[in-house]
């Protein structure tokens, strides 16, 4: 059982540059979502699927683009990388309805320089 | 105003004592989620809570609804319960989480 898998776990991108952070799950769970976490800031949700084809913006949804094509997976891409989004993100999944807790992925450490 | 508030921020104790962290919050919520990051590591979910009480191990988790508040107590604290405990909110009628800054912990030999 895989949980939920994130790839890559550490990057360092240029200022400008453009990649997505991959986010896949093997438990068939309808919601996922995306998350940074900041030092003296916490966590803070990017944008949300609750399920194919269905996306929506979180808290701080600028400068991310997302898209659920699949149950399984749900990548973030960042189109052109700034220095502000050198974070720490973690991807999330759960089942749909309101008795079911979330499955967290291990976290990709972006630095942008 | 931040909508969910732990304290306390950093918490130090020893070995064997009852710990307990505190989650207020200010809005309308269909579950509150106590989690658990070791330093470096991931996130693992400890509870799920809507209302009343839940218990694994030596952990305890609360809820009052009506006083939008929480507690996560540890008995018989040890070393390896050393970590960064987060409190989280689920609204109805949407999905993600809103978190608290999280109570570091620290449980000395």
């Known amino acids: 059982n895989a949980g939920v898998t994130q790839t890559p776990k550490f990057q360092v991108l240029k200022t400008g540059q453009s990649m997505t952070l991959q986010c896949a799950q093997d438990?068939?769970?309808?919601?996922m979502s995306w998350y940074r976490q900041d030092p003296g800031m916490g966590l803070r949700l990017i944008h949300y699927s609750v399920g194919a084809g269905i996306t929506d913006q979180g808290e701080v949804p600028n400068g991310y683009n997302v898209s659920r094509s699949t149950t399984e997976d749900f990548p973030l891409r960042l189109l052109s990388a700034a220095p502000s989004q050198t974070s720490v993100y973690f991807c999330?999944?759960?089942?749909?309805?309101?008795?079911?807790?979330?499955?967290f992925g291990s976290g990709t450490r972006l630095t942008v320089v | 105003k931040n909508e969910v508030e732990q304290s306390p921020q950093n918490l130090t104790a020893q070995e064997g004592e009852f710990i307990t962290i505190n989650c207020s919050y200010s809005v309308g919520i269909s579950a509150l989620h106590w989690l658990q990051q070791h330093p470096g590591g991931g996130i693992v979910s400890l509870f799920m809570l809507s209302s009343g009480k839940k218990k694994h191990g030596r952990l305890i988790a609360t809820i009052n609804i009506q006083e939008k508040h929480s507690s996560l107590h540890i008995t018989a604290s040890h070393p390896r319960d050393s970590a960064v405990y987060i409190c989280a909110l689920q609204r109805g009628g949407a999905d993600g989480l809103t978190f608290g800054k999280g109570t570091h912990l620290i449980i000395q030999p």
């Open positions: 438990m068939n769970h309808e919601y």
């Open positions: 999330a999944s759960r089942r749909g309805g309101s008795n079911y807790g979330y499955t």
